[in-house]
């Protein structure tokens, strides 16, 4: 069984740190060619310097409305064609149902949720017009179902965005193009050392894996390792499912 993507194209959304970074090098590892997308530019030249692939940087906000389209353009201007997709990138944002602006809800679902339709949609859209297979995985959320008090909007964005996933893999089933998704639970990336940092202390980390069956949390590459598995052929004929990626089974009592 070979757990690989030789020559294929795929675009990874916050590919600059954390779980973007580590599914970027998992496919370059694997014999990809990346689009890698993100505000960070030095980020990516940093994850690019690293990945041993042909690789374009998108250095791009996708708050926009244009971003997702120039990431694809970026990706058939370079490569020709669009195999897989990884949206990764998001705001992790928190405010709860009374604390919400209008404004903070738009722009926490035009990241989350629009740019990601909108990279599925020309995704898919590249595929079918070459009569091509293709795949595409989702990272979403276990706050996805319901959520904390503080995480209702961005709840919300990854609920939605896993109705999308399930809707994209049965209307293109036929099509050979798979939709998948990980519901991600408490990952140990830079950006979430910072926040609990801010929130909880210096040793946060400390007091946070002592309860934790691991005795740690789930780290970047677990997460990129479903991701590539998901990617790739050996996984076929899974569409249209939701991996919980968890220390603990999410409806056990």
């Known amino acids: 069984m070979e757990i690989a993507l030789p020559d294929r194209v795929v675009i990874v959304t916050g590919a600059a740190s954390g779980i973007g970074a580590a599914i970027a090098r998992r496919c370059a590892a694997a014999g990809a060619r990346l689009v890698l997308a993100d505000r960070d530019a030095e980020g990516l030249a940093r994850v690019a310097a690293s990945a041993d692939a042909e690789t374009e940087l998108v250095v791009t906000d996708l708050a926009t409305t244009e971003a997702p389209f120039a990431i694809a353009a970026a990706a058939r201007a370079r490569f020709g064609r669009i195999d897989a997709l990884v949206n990764n990138a998001a705001s992790v944002e928190r405010a709860s149902l009374l604390d919400t602006t209008p404004d903070f809800f738009d722009r926490l679902f035009a990241i989350n949720t629009r740019a990601p339709f909108f990279l599925m949609r020309e995704t898919v859209a590249d595929l079918c017009a ?73 040793d946060w980390l400390a007091r946070a894996i002592a309860g934790l069956p691991l005795g740690r949390l789930i780290a970047p590459d677990d997460c990129a390792r479903l991701a590539l598995w998901l990617l790739c052929d050996a996984s076929a004929p899974q569409t249209g499912t939701v991996t919980d990626l968890e220390q603990r089974v999410l409806l056990a009592p």
């Open 130 to 202: 070459r009569g091509a297979p293709g795949a595409i995985v989702n990272i979403l959320s276990v706050n996805a179902p319901c959520g904390l008090p503080d995480l209702a909007v961005y709840s919300a964005t990854k609920g939605a965005l896993a109705t999308l996933t399930l809707n994209t893999a049965n209307a293109h089933m036929a099509d050979r193009i798979r939709a998948n998704g990980i519901n991600l639970g408490w990952a140990l990336t830079e950006g979430e050392d910072r926040l609990q940092r801010s929130l909880a202390g210096e």
